[in-house]
């Protein structure tokens, strides 16, 4: 298939090109490279895919109405896998205009191509900050997110209601998923691991916020990839049961779905650190602070709709995929 993927500069974005390109399908890669962080390690990322023959790199910002009306128009993909976005919780709180021009207009663009361009299928980019105020565990897509804690949650939770009213609208098959804490080798520097490993090697001191006792549902990218890769394959439809007397907020009678794709296995901030101590073979020096303004004490991903409708099984153990980090990031920093 002809598939245009956003952010293949980024993290996610270039796994799931290479594993797309594997498998023979070709690749319209679109991303800006902004600086938000090192815009080598993204350059880097970049060069591993240009010298395949299906990948075209189009290096420009999904808030650009015209340009976007314009690479819909040329390539005409046949699905769309959405996932350039203005990440990071905490940088909501100093930079909200970067979060309306690339969440909220950027999608809005994704979802006029789509529509007028005759896409199949979009798959975007949520997130597991979403359920925001919610305490139940774990977190379901068929619970109500009404309560978001930061600029960025809110305008992940904005995504999907977008996505919905063009699935009901025009027809556009949609799948939203709500990402859980997505670490591993080519990850981003703002994201725990990245930091920690770097620091705990070079003998810094870490911030440890909520003193470690923060509880995340790590995913380890390869498995990401094969969920994205899963559901972009398995098109969306409606719920033929769905009641607006009583509405499931993960389903529709338009043709739309809400995934988690999570390890389903939450593990304390306190054992990441202990896991990255072993594998770098160095003490960490840990700066205990309180939790943050934006930042949620847990997450836990329920996954039995993606394992049902998809097949997913997440297979990478928390000390698997630290391990093949640090190896990552010791071999690229030459460290």
């Known amino acids: 298939m002809r598939i245009l993927v956003t952010g293949t500069a980024g993290f996610i974005g270039a796994q799931l090109a290479h594993r797309l390109l594997e498998r023979g399908d070709e690749v319209i890669g679109v991303d800006n490279l902004n600086d938000y962080y090192d815009v080598s390690l993204k350059e880097a990322r970049l060069a591993r895919l240009t010298g395949n023959p299906g990948f075209v790199e189009v290096r420009e910002d999904i808030a650009d109405r015209e340009v976007m009306a314009d690479i819909f128009s040329e ?62 565990m774990p977190f379901s897509v068929h619970d109500n997110v009404d309560h978001p804690l930061s600029l960025y949650a809110a305008s992940k939770k904005a995504n999907e209601l977008m996505a919905h009213t063009y699935s009901h609208l025009y027809g556009l098959p949609t799948t939203g998923l709500r990402f859980f804490t997505v670490y591993g080798p080519w990850g981003r520097p703002d994201m725990a691991l990245f930091i920690f490993t770097k620091k705990i090697l070079a003998g810094e001191p870490i911030d440890v916020f909520n003193h470690g006792s923060h509880k995340r549902d790590f995913t380890y990218i390869d498995d990401i990839v094969e969920g994205v890769v899963r559901t972009l394959d398995q098109v ?16 529709s009678k338009a043709p739309y779905r809400i995934y988690n794709i999570g390890s389903n296995n939450p593990v304390e901030l306190s054992r990441f650190i202990e896991i990255i101590e072993k594998q770098t073979g160095k003490k960490a020096r840990k700066n205990l602070l309180p ?25 990478t153990s928390v000390e698997e995929g630290i391990a093949n980090f640090v190896d990552w990031y010791r071999k690229f920093y030459q460290v």
């Not at 969306?236 to 389903?251: E, L, R, Y």
Request: aromatic share 8%; with cysteine.
């Open 75 to 136: 390539y005409r993909p046949e699905r769309v896998v959405h996932l350039a976005a203005q990440a990071g919780v905490r940088y909501s709180l100093e930079n909200p205009d970067a979060y309306v021009d690339a969440n909220l207009v950027g999608f809005m663009n994704i979802l006029e191509g789509c529509r007028h361009n005759d896409v199949k299928h979009l798959v975007y980019a949520s997130s597991s900050s979403v359920y925001g105020a919610n305490e139940a």
């Open 236 to 251: 969306a439809v409606p719920n033929k049961d769905w009641s607006g007397a009583a509405p499931d907020p993960g389903t």
């Open 291 to 315: 939790m943050q303004p934006g930042d949620v004490p847990a997450t836990y991903a329920n996954i039995d709709d993606l394992i049902r409708d998809v097949g997913y099984t997440p297979k």
